[in-house]
């Protein structure tokens, strides 16, 4: 009998760490071995002249989830993992969103019932808290953290979801107590409706004025805000979807005065602008993201955060709206751009844009892009060594790059439900054209093979940086981490 129920042969496996031309014995769903001429499995897929890379994990995507609009994205856990899979990810962190009045354990178990009988990737949740009630705070938190949901966003803005500073020390007390990860959409609230209404007053409603009403003076603000809050509470904290410098340049600040502040950046803010927005009638409105693409200065900036180890993690936020009246046009064809739901679908493309664009260029290297790909994100959420690395007892998640292999981004090509792809046209070398998910072949000759629910869900354990280092305790600095003393 084979020892292996599949043999990926003679391809170069990279690992955030490593690289050698050798082959990957899988059984059992796990890699248990690595070596130069295995014995024959009971399938083979030849890898020469490819790189074999652990699947991609997109740990910020919105799957069947009401968002900060009250509006749904258009794909649901089939269509969003679908296209994840033929992105080369193998694994796709949501979020189970809480909205106001809701109790945080029942979202969590209604999101869980979409996901069980559509996913095809594997997946963990992140959950949104908007309403942090002593209930939520005191029990359901505590109990979902130590149940594998140890990551929660919080936002700053949109009037549906914001937390005030106060209510997000109560959640960073939390995380604090409990060794779980809080992540931060950081824009100010108040500068941000401040100008939409004089936008607005004046008559300005085309999509291009998103963008103006996002500033990033507004970003950077509450960007600092966040990581003051951190700060004072003396515990890590993750900024998502970094779109500028200023922003950028604070969180870099924190990381240079040694604390725990990661970050977060997306396509969208390397390969598009502003200008996208600016496109005629409400075409604009398929770039609208919050926070909104900036000028070609601020690309550079995130290619410089992504070299120099600033920001840790790249993820799609793919947040689909159709470009229709179930999402982007629901309040009709004279829509103001307050009244858009900001997202862009981005999880098929993810991967393929860092690898052309990041690997190819030279800016960053195979390795580092493994990291930003896969290994960072399981670490950082507590997947890691089960995710994220190509290595003994890992699940077998693996996706077979063609590194010369040059395609053109067109959405007829993906598998989204989104019906556009802000890519459109874009020309890309590289591509993940096999696809393995603990140890099934599940894309290969372009066509999906994987039963809808096939995909398992992930318990996380407590993230990396939660984990204490015994670096920057009260005790250290009685003065600075006050506000951790008062919840101890
Ligand atoms: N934040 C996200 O993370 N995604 C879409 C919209 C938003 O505000
Ligand atoms: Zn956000
Ligand atoms: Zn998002």
Not at 225 to 244: C, F, G, K, N, Y
Request: proline share 6%; charged share 25%.
């Amino acid at each position: 009998m084979a020892e292996f129920d599949l043999v990926v042969r003679g391809g170069t496996v990279v690992t955030a760490a490593d690289k050698a031309r050798c082959d990957v014995g899988i059984r059992d769903g796990r890699v248990v071995a690595l070596a130069e001429g295995l014995p024959k499995g009971k399938r083979e897929i030849d890898a020469t002249d490819r790189l074999v890379l652990p699947g991609g994990i997109d740990s910020h995507v919105h799957i069947e989830q009401k968002g900060s609009y009250g509006i749904t994205s258009s794909d649901d856990f089939f269509t969003g993992t679908r296209s994840a899979l033929f992105g080369g990810n193998t694994t796709v962190m949501p979020f189970a969103a809480q909205h106001k009045g809701q109790g945080l354990r029942q979202v969590v178990e209604a999101y869980r019932d979409l996901a069980t009988p559509k996913a095809v990737c594997d997946y963990a949740f992140h959950l949104i808290v908007s309403d942090p009630t002593e209930q939520v705070l005191g029990q359901e938190l505590p109990a979902l953290i130590k149940d594998g949901f140890t990551s929660f966003k919080v936002f700053m803005t949109y009037d549906l979801m914001k937390l005030d500073d106060g209510q997000m020390l109560d959640v960073l007390s939390v995380a604090r107590r409990e060794g779980a990860l809080v992540m931060v959409h950081a824009e100010n609230h108040e500068v941000i409706k401040w100008i939409t209404k004089r936008l607005l007053d004046r008559g300005h409603r085309a999509p291009k004025y998103h963008a103006i009403s996002h500033a990033r003076l507004a970003e950077g603000e509450a960007t600092h805000r966040a990581i003051v809050l951190s700060e004072l509470m003396d515990t890590p904290m993750l900024i998502v979807h970094v779109s500028a410098e200023l922003a950028m340049n604070a969180i870099r600040d924190a990381q240079t005065r040694g604390l725990k502040v990661y970050g977060e950046t997306c396509p969208q803010y390397l390969f598009l602008t502003a200008q996208d927005i600016d496109k005629p009638g409400l075409e604009g409105a398929k770039f609208c993201c919050s926070p909104p693409p900036r000028d070609e200065a601020s690309q550079e900036a995130m290619w410089r955060g992504l070299e120099n180890g600033t920001f840790q993690l790249f993820s799609s936020d793919h947040a689909p709206y159709r470009f229709d009246e179930t999402a982007k046009l629901s309040k009709g064809p004279n829509a103001h751009f307050r009244e858009i739901p900001p997202g862009m679908p981005g999880v098929e493309a993810r991967a393929a844009l860092l690898f052309s664009e990041g690997v190819r260029t030279g800016r960053i290297d195979i390795h580092r892009f493994v990291e930003l790909n896969s290994t960072n994100a399981a670490k950082i959420y507590g997947l890691f060594p089960r995710k994220g690395t190509i290595a003994i007892g890992s699940d077998a998640d693996i996706a077979i790059w063609e590194p010369d292999l040059e395609r053109t981004i067109t959405w007829d090509d993906l598998h989204d439900n989104v019906g556009y792809t802000p890519y459109e046209g874009k020309k890309v070398t590289g591509w993940p054209t096999i696809v393995i998910r603990r140890g099934e072949v599940v894309i290969e000759g372009g066509e999906l093979h994987a039963e809808r629910g096939s995909g398992a869900f992930l318990p996380c354990s407590t993230p990396e940086p939660a984990r204490p280092r015994g670096r920057f305790t009260p005790e250290m600095d009685p003065a600075r981490n006050f506000g951790a003393q008062l919840v101890e």
